[in-house]
């Protein structure tokens, strides 16, 4: 079974541009998330989704920040303009419904502003 | 509050050598969950265990064992007879039951093993 996907993998992009991240979760679970992984900052969750409605997006960093899901296999976090502060790796993790708890993550998006 | 706290920044063992992760998390809800993640150096967050407030049994798997005390708040993790590819960030977190779905990370501890 196919676990979390994300693409891009490696993203290096200059200051002011937008960029993009994209995020397929494992299909039939109900909840998706995302978090940035920062050597100073540690995990931390950005914002959620539960049957693809924003459930908690207290973790978005600033309105330069923005997160959809469209349907239940799809999820984009959008970044514009772009800061060097920005840079980090980008996980998305889906969990199955609300009996099950586990968030499987996917590989990451690792981010480079300069 | 909710916090999870892993005191062990960085831990170094030799091969073979048993080596235990501690973790200690604060909580108000009486039913929440605890988590081990392991994230090797190629980057990807795997989940290896939860466990529920109301299951205090330990667990083994393998060369894995997790003890859950809720009577000094810790879910410390060992590995018994560790091997180089035990070399990775462990991270504990816990989620209160009544705290939506959110995951309180703790901030990771670094296992090194030599051969």
């Known amino acids: 079974d196919a676990g979390v996907i994300q693409s891009p993998r490696h993203e290096v992009t200059e200051m002011g541009q937008e960029v993009t991240l994209r995020c397929k979760p494992i299909s039939g679970h109900n909840s998706l998330f995302w978090y940035r992984q920062t050597m100073m900052r540690g995990l931390e969750l950005l914002i959620y989704f539960n049957n693809n409605v924003p459930i908690d997006d207290s973790g978005m960093p600033e309105d330069r920040f923005s997160a959809k899901m469209p349907n239940a296999s799809f999820s984009t976090l959008k970044i514009q303009p772009s800061e060097p502060r920005d840079s980090a790796v980008y996980f998305c993790a889906s969990s199955p419904d609300w009996t099950d708890y586990e968030q499987y993550f996917g590989p990451g998006t690792r981010l480079t502003v300069t | 509050a909710q916090k999870v706290t892993q005191a062990q920044t960085e831990i170094s063992v030799v091969e073979k050598e048993d080596v235990t992760l501690d973790c200690v998390y604060e909580t108000r809800d009486t039913t929440y969950y605890l988590f081990w993640y392991k994230q090797p150096p190629s980057g990807e967050l795997v989940f290896l265990i939860r466990?529920?407030?109301?299951?205090?049994q330990n667990e083994i798997s393998g060369r894995y064992s997790w003890n859950f005390q809720k009577s000094t708040s810790s879910f410390n993790f060992t590995i018994t007879a560790s091997q180089v590819v035990d070399s990775a960030v462990y991270f504990c977190a816990l989620r209160p039951f009544h705290n939506t779905d959110k995951l309180i990370f703790g901030t990771g501890t670094r296992l090194q093993v030599f051969p």
């Open positions: 466990r529920n407030s109301f299951d205090e």
